[in-house]
């Protein structure tokens, strides 16, 4: 019984990883091809790519999209890693769980919402759209992910640890810095690389907040395909999967050191 369990599982697995990587290795698999349609593969190219790294716009955009990712990731790890903080100090049970429902509500809220609330306050303040629009948005959703990342870490840690220093004579500062941001480190570059990636990868709330003359990949793969099939936007999505897979399998090296050094703590 319990392998015929395991073979449904497992079957089930395959299926589901089918279903979402299927399309991706087709997409990546055809922006190889030379006959410039996704019906017949011809021959061997990398024509798509070079015309690709040949387009300055398409660059500039990439820039965009970079700089953008990472002041956002950055900016969205202090504010979080902080705000992740002041939640665990709370005295107060219920101060606490309501300031993480608040965070978490950011969370689970769809991206159209998101992206509409945005766009009605930069209206509002009077920020016109383009980089800081941008920039700005994504630093907001960012450091809900952060704070959820860090939070367990924040828990982990013994208080003892604290007062300990505080009885060596360690001033708030020193304690922070000395004992509370090296222990959450792991946390804190858990949340960077998960925000950095959610920055890289949004489409909703930047198509939202984006105004003429500044774009970010994922709205430019938009624009490109309602255009009509070009497998020029295979070139770039297939590269856009790379690189969000690095940002993943860093993310997971990290959380396996961290795990490894709690076993190790452990024993």
């Not at 769809?110 to 920020?127: K, N, Y």
Request: proline share 3%; glycine share 6%; charged share 10%.
């Amino acid at each position: 019984m319990r392998d015929k369990l395991a073979i449904s599982s497992k079957l089930y697995l395959f299926i589901i990883f089918f279903i979402l990587y299927a399309p991706i290795i087709y997409l990546v698999y055809y922006s190889f091809n030379s006959g410039g349609t996704m019906n017949n593969f011809e021959d061997f190219t990398l024509d798509w790519y070079k015309e690709l790294f040949g387009d300055t716009r398409l660059l500039i955009i990439v820039l965009n999209t970079f700089v953008i990712a990472l002041l956002s990731a950055l900016v969205s790890t202090i504010i979080g890693v902080f705000g992740a903080i002041g939640i665990h100090s709370m005295k107060q049970r219920q101060t606490q769980n309501t300031l993480l429902s608040l965070n978490n509500v950011l969370i689970v809220s769809p991206d159209v919402i998101i992206g509409a609330s945005f766009l009605i306050l930069l209206t509002m303040v009077g920020i016109k759209l383009g980089f800081y629009s941008v920039l700005l948005s994504h630093i907001a959703f960012c450091i809900p992910i952060v704070v959820l990342m860090v939070l367990p870490k924040l828990k982990e840690m013994s208080p003892t640890l604290i007062d300990a220093a505080k009885d060596l004579g360690a001033s708030q500062w020193q304690v922070l810095s000395k004992v509370i941001i090296p222990y959450i480190t792991p946390g804190i570059f858990a949340g960077f690389f998960m925000a950095l990636t959610y920055s890289f990868d949004d489409f909703a709330v930047t198509f939202f907040v984006t105004g003429n003359g500044f774009s970010t990949l994922s709205v430019e793969i938009y624009s490109l395909a309602r255009r009509g099939i070009s497998l020029n936007i295979n070139a770039l999505s297939a590269l856009l999967f790379i690189f969000t897979m690095l940002l993943a399998v860093g993310y997971y090296f990290i959380a396996q050191r961290d795990s490894t050094r709690g076993l190790g703590v452990r024993k």
